[in-house]
């Protein structure tokens, strides 16, 4: 069984549709995030939820908007596509919201976004 | 702010080659440090952390010691193998469930 999975692996679309992307973790984590990798492979979080709310948001345009139906899942929706959405998402979770000595965060394999 | 950065890749390195991959960060205080590991076509997996400065971190023959000094968290192996090639990530945390990653070193092993 994956650990995290997210759907799909690969979306291919035109500048201003809307997509969404799905994660589900069977970990039973309480925290769950999503990360944005660019085509330089720098990663950097765009958000978190614990339990079904957001904990982290990295001052990332009001276009994205994730939804959190119950603490397994976490899915990314991205209105108005644009160019520079082209990139890597990860979602990941970790047991521990704050972090602490025993942080580890899993992650899914990936959903490469291409916007044309 | 805080910030992690890498050394430039890509390496490319013969089996059985030593290895270090260069880390240094900028926090105040004392983050946590970690080194994480992209596979081709995977996400990312921890491969060691450390929590506190003099702190070594060690898994599947990497290591890496958290130096305050320097503020270094460089990543070594002592003999590296084809199914190491990947992508390596350092990253720093403050505990707050949030990682800040470094650019990504990409490592290329040759038989």
């Known amino acids: 069984d994956t650990a995290v999975s997210q759907t799909p692996k690969y979306l291919v679309t035109q500048m201003g549709n809307d997509k969404s992307i799905k994660c589900e973790q069977n970990?039973?984590?309480?925290?769950m995030y999503w990360y944005k990798q660019d085509s330089k492979k720098f990663l950097k979080i765009m958000f978190s939820y614990n339990n079904k709310e957001l904990i982290i948001n990295e001052t990332v345009p009001n276009r994205f908007s994730p939804k959190s139906p119950d603490k397994a899942h976490l899915n990314l929706h991205i209105n108005s596509l644009e160019l520079g959405d082209s990139a890597v998402y990860f979602c990941?979770?970790?047991?521990?919201?704050?972090?602490?000595?025993?942080?580890?965060?899993?992650f899914g394999s990936g959903t490469q976004l291409s916007v044309l | 702010g805080d910030s992690v950065t890498q050394m430039e890749g890509p390496v490319t390195l013969s089996e059985e080659a030593f290895l270090t991959i260069n880390c240094t960060y900028t926090a105040t205080g004392y983050p946590s440090l970690f080194w994480y590991v992209q596979y081709p076509g995977e996400g990312l997996q921890l491969l060691l952390k450390?929590?506190?400065?003099?702190d070594k971190g060690s898994n599947k023959g990497f290591e890496a010691t958290y130096r305050k000094e320097t503020t270094s968290f460089h990543l070594e192996k002592g003999s590296v193998q084809v199914s190491d090639s990947a992508v390596y990530f350092c990253?720093?945390?403050?505990?707050?469930?949030?990682?800040?990653f470094g650019q990504g070193t990409t490592l290329q092993v040759k038989p």
């Open positions: 990941a979770s970790s047991q521990d919201p704050s972090g602490g000595v025993n942080e580890k965060l899993f």
């Open positions: 990253a720093l945390s403050r505990n707050t469930g949030k990682l800040i």
């Open positions: 450390a929590t506190k400065a003099d």
């Open positions: 970990l039973g984590h309480d925290t």
